[in-house]
């Protein structure tokens, strides 16, 4: 079993910064993916990010383009998102993922935190 801890979430005011960290533990491996969701009220659960640990390659929802990054540390089997320039509809509790594959992470996540809550005012 793969245990997820998320930190980093709280309120910022628009066009700041937070960085929500999530550190696997358990059966990790060094391959498969990570990545973040994000849920609004109100709404379905969406794709924010992800990374892969083979080649660290990131890949990026439209609406979070050229704001979050996305980053990864292969020896603490953490991921870590850098949220920047965050507007209100950045709301949403955050939720870290890990599966075997990126497709895996895309389709529905083998392992799941429990979410940590960002709130962006105006």
């Known amino acids: 079993q793969v245990q997820l801890v998320e930190s980093g979430g709280g309120l910022v005011q628009a066009g700041g910064s937070l960085r929500l960290s999530c550190a696997a533990s358990?059966?990790?491996?060094?391959?498969?993916?990570m990545g973040w969701f994000r849920q609004a009220p109100g709404k379905e659960r969406e794709f924010v990010s992800a990374?892969?640990?083979?080649?660290?390659?990131?890949f990026y929802a439209d609406s979070v383009r050229g704001r979050f990054t996305i980053s990864g540390d292969n020896a603490k089997n953490t991921v870590y998102l850098q949220m920047n320039s965050l507007i209100p509809d950045d709301t949403a509790v955050y939720y870290c993922?890990?599966?075997?594959?990126?497709?895996?992470?895309?389709?529905?996540?083998?392992?799941w935190g429990q979410g940590t809550q960002v709130a962006v005012s105006s």
């Open positions: 990374i892969t640990w083979s080649g660290l390659n990131s």
């Open positions: 358990g059966r990790t491996s060094s391959s498969g993916a």
């Open positions: 993922a890990k599966s075997s594959t990126l497709k895996g992470l895309y389709l529905g996540a083998d392992y």
